[in-house]
């Protein structure tokens, strides 16, 4: 069984994201972008192996908490909205799939 998803499912959202939610998204990402070009920084500065590796960490914590939100926002609407609507198996199994590849 093949648990990978496609790069673009080509599905549009079912509720669009607030102005507010964008920008919080946008926000977050631009600060890992300034932390991984921290990390480039480092390695070009010949710094502490154990000072990149704490940095490596705090920047997949935070790819994670984006992701969570994400998949949060995802169950209480799309999914939601799929099972109101009679179609909550294939959401289902599709957040199911999401939430193995996103824990690998």
Do not use: W
């Not at 998803?5 to 080509?10: A, H, R, T, V």
């Not at 946008?26 to 300034?34: A, D, S, T, V």
């Amino acid at each position: 069984m093949d648990d990978t998803l496609p790069e673009n499912s080509g599905k549009e959202p079912v509720k669009k994201r607030s102005d507010h939610e964008k920008t919080q998204m946008i926000n977050r990402l631009k600060r890992i972008e300034g932390q991984v070009r921290g990390i480039q920084n480092m390695v070009e500065n010949d710094r502490y192996c154990v000072d990149i590796l704490v940095q490596i960490s705090a920047i997949d914590s935070a790819l994670q908490k984006v992701g969570y939100s994400l998949m949060e926002r995802h169950a209480k609407h799309c999914v939601s909205d799929a099972v109101k609507s009679g179609n909550g198996d294939e959401a289902m199994d599709e957040l199911i799939k999401v939430m193995k590849q996103f824990s690998k």
